[in-house]
């Protein structure tokens, strides 16, 4: 048995339908505006700042690395100096490259001694303070 539509229920289907394209098609714009400020580089970089500042493993991987990547280079400053000797230069760059995965392996057990070194240099400044 097939429906029967009345031409008056079927200007109103119509209606409704209208209606409801209206309404979606408001929803689809208004995302679209959302989604285009979104991919503005501006608000990526933004987005991306923020991210990293609210990331705690970020900072410390970003610190991590940093360190490594400086002691290796403040080494390789060290051995080869401003020398214009190629073999000690790739020596230098081989010291370097070590220095730098050595550090940002270990990267914690240098921190501790690190720390340990700075509080024991301190504690001797203060006993060196109070004894004046």
Do not use: C, H, W
């Not at 940093?66 to 400053?77: E, Q």
């Not at 001797?124 to 109070?130: A, D, R, S, T």
């Amino acid at each position: 048995m097939e429906n029967q539509y009345t031409r008056e229920s079927l200007k109103e289907q119509i209606k409704l339908l209208e209606i409801r394209q209206a309404v979606e098609g408001t929803l689809v714009k208004e995302q679209l505006i959302i989604t285009y400020e979104s991919l503005k580089p501006s608000n990526i970089l933004k987005n991306v700042v923020k991210e990293f500042y609210s990331s705690e493993t970020l900072k410390d991987e970003l610190i991590s690395t940093a360190i490594s990547v400086a002691s290796g280079f403040i080494t390789k400053k060290i051995v080869v100096g401003k020398s214009n000797n190629q073999v000690l230069k790739l020596v230098g760059l081989a010291i370097q490259l070590g220095m730098t995965t050595l550090i940002s392996s270990k990267f914690e057990a240098f921190k501790d001694a690190a720390v340990q070194f700075i509080d024991r240099f301190m504690a001797e400044k203060l006993e060196k303070e109070e004894i004046k």
